[in-house]
């Protein structure tokens, strides 16, 4: 589905509107409410969006697997056929407006039996054949049959707005996914450091525990307590190594590949991009196609209120028809048989058992919704936008505090050891230590990825996309 691609879509629809000859309905964005002059969250307010803000992790591998999901992830090409449907209806949807022309070709034989009337007997045989052209054409006086019209370009454009939409998030989905994976061969890695550590450790102890080194040395509880870690540290690097699988899976499954496991991903995390520009909050009223498919369905289902309406006004149509009819078929298209007809209605509903009201109160309740859905919408992205501004800087708080208590932990997990091989350390204090390092080491790894993921979501917060270029 690569040609539905976001820019060629914007030549697109310029296309379905001039072939339906009826512009799309007016901006309703107004009633979603207004937003605040500046975002809480932050002071920073530069004009804009990186519509390439994947490229700035810095890795061509991650460009090219969004570009992959971009061509293969299933639930984007099904994104893609909502649009192609939405423009096949809108198309046909101001085709009652049209004149409809369809030509006949007729014939019949009839026999009659004359019984009954005085000196009649017997019965007659006759032919009749026919061409014609028939043409029915309901006029829109009252505007109608173009509201709904409108309407079906209205949805249009939403289905256009929630593909972009779909672009995005399946982008944000990639580089999450991929962000996890390189954080699980970090943490593999990590893991396999900390077995080591553990290892070496029991083997320390139960060297001094063998030379029953007396108070100063290891009883066989320390030593249980340093195997225990062991066997600990083993089956957390079982566990890794699991997330780890689970993560090339989903990265697959995002791609449209088979999840068999086999994807490489990233072998470490990416550096920290610069921070996007987060503009106004009123241009992500603008910007964000969420928010923008809402107002169009908002639209949608104005204009349908408004067909609901004029349905209670009267409807004029006209039918004409021309042609030939003869007894022998050899005449069919001879013009001096032609036949022509011409017919004007006009109808006015009076009693429909409350249809038409049942209607309209749907249309108008339908139409409530939408402008409710507008503004929980708008809410949302602004909550969106606030929540990962303020995440930002309380994630880089945690990181920088983590950071340093891991600082502490590496020296004091490094005294231990020395003060143990020195005979003046005990061996609890030495596994605490060392228990500490590895914990803070984990939550230092899994903060930076965090962070990472953070900025991925502050970045589909704001309405960025990110524009794949052509193979």
């Keep these: 589905m690569r040609s539905l691609s976001r820019v060629s879509l914007g030549g697109f629809l310029p296309l379905v509107f ?9 901006g309703r964005m ?7 002059e500046s975002w809480t969250a932050t002071r920073e307010a ?4 990186d519509d390439q803000w994947v490229d700035r992790f810095g890795n061509r591998g991650l460009s090219s697997l969004v570009s992959e999901a971009y061509s293969s992830n299933r639930d984007l090409q099904a994104a893609a056929a909502r649009v192609e449907r939405a423009s096949a209806a809108a198309r046909g949807a101001g085709a009652a407006a049209r004149p409809q022309l369809n030509a006949a070709v007729n014939g019949a034989r009839n026999k ?9 007997a017997g019965s007659s045989i006759s032919n009749s054949y026919g061409a014609s052209l028939n043409l029915q054409w309901e006029i829109d006086l009252w505007g109608k049959i173009r509201a709904g019209e409108t309407a079906a370009l209205a949805d249009l454009q939403a289905e256009g707005y929630v593909y972009r939409a779909a672009r995005a998030s399946l982008a944000a989905q990639v580089v999450r996914a991929w962000l996890l994976l390189a954080e699980t061969n970090e943490q593999i890695e990590l893991a396999k450091g900390s077995l080591e550590v553990r290892e070496d450790t029991a083997e320390l102890i139960r060297g001094r525990f063998e030379l029953a080194a007396g108070d100063a040395g290891a009883t066989a509880s320390q030593l249980r307590l340093a195997e225990t870690d062991v066997a600990t540290a083993k089956a957390n690097l079982a566990q890794r190594r699991g997330e780890r699988d689970q993560a090339q ?3 697959e499954i995002l791609l449209g590949r088979y999840p068999s496991a086999d994807l490489a ?21 603008l910007r964000r196609p969420d928010i923008l498919a809402a107002e169009r369905q908002l639209a949608a289902a104005g204009k349908r209120e408004e067909e609901a ?4 006004y009267p409807s004029f149509s006209l039918t004409g028809s021309g042609g030939t009819s003869s007894s022998q078929l050899s005449n069919i298209f001879d013009s001096s048989f032609g036949i022509w007809s011409i017919a004007g209605q006009a109808a006015q509903p009076i009693l429909n058992g409350g249809a038409l009201r049942s209607q309209l109160d749907t249309r108008s309740a339908e139409e409530k919704e939408a402008l409710a859905n507008l503004q929980q919408t708008v809410l949302s992205g602004f909550g969106e936008v606030e929540t990962a501004l303020a995440a930002d800087s309380y994630l880089a708080s945690r990181e920088s505090s983590i950071g340093a208590a891991h600082k502490l932990a590496e020296d004091g997990a490094v005294s231990s050891r020395e003060e143990f091989a020195l005979g003046t350390g005990d061996v609890l204090t030495l596994l605490a230590s060392q228990t500490r390092q590895i914990d803070l080491a984990t939550q230092k790894l899994t903060l930076r990825r965090l962070r990472l993921d953070n900025r991925v979501n502050l970045h589909l917060a704001l309405g960025g996309d990110y524009k794949v270029t052509s193979k």
Aim: aromatic share 8%; hydrophobic share 35%; charged share 15%.
């Design 112 to 120: 009659q039996n004359f019984i009954g009337f005085p000196g009649a």
């Design 249 to 251: 899976r989903q990265l």
């Design 30 to 36: 107004g009633e979603g409410g207004e937003g605040p």
């Design 309 to 312: 309406r004029k349905a209670f």
């Design 265 to 285: 991903g990233s072998a470490s995390l990416p550096g920290l991009p610069k921070f996007p520009p987060s503009g106004l909050p009123s241009e992500l009223l």
């Design 18 to 26: 001039a072939a339906c000859a009826v512009l799309p309905p007016d």
């Design 46 to 49: 530069k004009a804009g969006i």
